[in-house]
DNA sequence: GAGTGGTCTAGACCACGCC
DNA sequence: GCGTGGTCTAGACCACTCG
C-alpha cells in the first residue's frame, strides 16, 4: 500500500540499472510518479532528491529530471581516525612521537599557510604502528600564533591529530592526495626502500580564514584508499 | 519571519563552529529548535539530517543529537570525465589509442574480476593529452563474456570510458587510489624517469553482480587529487 | 512508558526556466 | 504564462531506545 521513499528511490534506481530507463532519458514529473506509486509528492520528491545527490539522475525545473549520462560525479573516502582503522583490523594500534620542535616556519611552508615570514610553529614527526610494523608516517605544523596553547602540549603519549579534535571546535579542511618517493627518513621510518613510491595525503585545516595546522601523512608502501557506491 | 532550513543549518554549524555547542555536547530536540526558530519541525529535521550526513552531528532516537567528536568522516572527491577535466583549465584535450588486443584474461585479472579461466577479454591501451603532455595512461579491460559488443567497437577516435557509459546502464563502481613506480612503459608513455612515483586510480565497475570492466588509470607525474570541505 | 528522531500526508506557495 | 522542482507547514503515526 504506502510506499517510502526508499522504496521508491529503489524502484526507481532499479528501472535506471535494468536499463528501463536510458541514460539522458526522462523521468516522469514528481506528480506523476507520487500518482504511480500512491504517495505523496514530498515522498516523491526525497526520493528523487537523494538520487540527484548521488549523481544518477539531473534535475531541473520546468525541464524536469532525466537520468544522467555519466553515471556519476563523486566519490566518498572515509576518513578514518588512525587507532580505528587499525583497531578495527583486530591489530595492535602503537603511536610513537619522533621529533618535537619548535621554529620560525620556513618558506615553503609560510606560503602553504598564507603565514607572514618569522611566523613561529610547532613541528612534529610521529609514527603509527599496527601491530609493531610502521603502518603511517605523520609530519605535524601547528601554526602557534593561533594555537599558542600548543607549544606547551605534551604529544609524547597522545597524537597531535587527537590532540586537535579537542581544540578546534569544528573547521574548513582542505585535503590532498599525492604520490611520493620515500626519502632516506621515510625509508627508515616506514621500513622500505630509498626511492619507494608511497601514497601521500595532505591536510590544510582552516579556521577563522586562517590555517591553523598543516599536516602531511605518509602511508607505508602499498597501501590503498578504497571505496564502494 | 520565516527560518528556511539552510538558515536553521547555517546557524546550528556557526554554533559548532564558534565552539558554543562543544563537541560531545548535547543539542536542543526538534521539538525545541522548531519553536526556537519558529519552524515546522520536518524543516529542523531536514536541517539536521544533512549535518547528521555530512558527519557533523550524530542522531540517537530517544538520546538525541551530540556534536560529534571527531568532526568528520568522508571527503568527497569529484570523478571527473577526463575530457572536461582539461577542458575546464582551458587546455585542449587529445585521446590516442596505443594498443588494442583480445586475449585470453591473465590468471591475475581473472581473480581480480572473479573470471573463470580462459576468459577471453578485450584489453586496450590509451592515452590522454593536455595540450599534447600526456596526463593520463589507461589501461582498460572488458569482459567479453559480458559485453560481446566491446569485440568490435572501434576505439581509435572514441575513448572506452566514453563507450562505456553509453553501454552499461548504471553500475556499482569499486574505486582504490594507490602508489606506484613507473615501469619502462609508463615511463615512455608520461614522459618520466623509469621509478618515479604515480598515482594510480583502479576502478571495477561491477553490472548484476559480475565485473564487467577494470580499468588502471595512472596520473602524469605531480598529480594530485583535491578537494575540501 | 515516554522522549526523540524517522517518515508520511495533503496542501500550499514560490522560483526557475522554457515558450 | 505555465510546468516542474524546491520548500514549508501542521499534523500524524511509527520505531527505536533509555530508564
Known sequence: ?????????????????????????LIPSELELAEVYGAARATVNRAMRELAEEGIIERKRKSGSRVRLSPLRQARFDIPVIRHQIEEQGRAYRYALVRSEVIEAPDWLCARLSLPGGARVRHLTCLHFADGTPWLHEDRWINLTLLPRAEAADFSAMGPTEWLVTQIPFSAVEISISATAADATLAAHLDCAVGEPLLMTERLTHWDGQTVTYVRLVHRPGHRMTTRY
Open 1 to 25: 500500500m504506502s510506499a517510502t521513499y526508499r522504496d521508491i528511490k529503489a524502484d526507481i534506481l532499479g528501472k535506471i540499472t535494468r536499463g528501463e530507463w536510458k541514460p539522458g532519458s
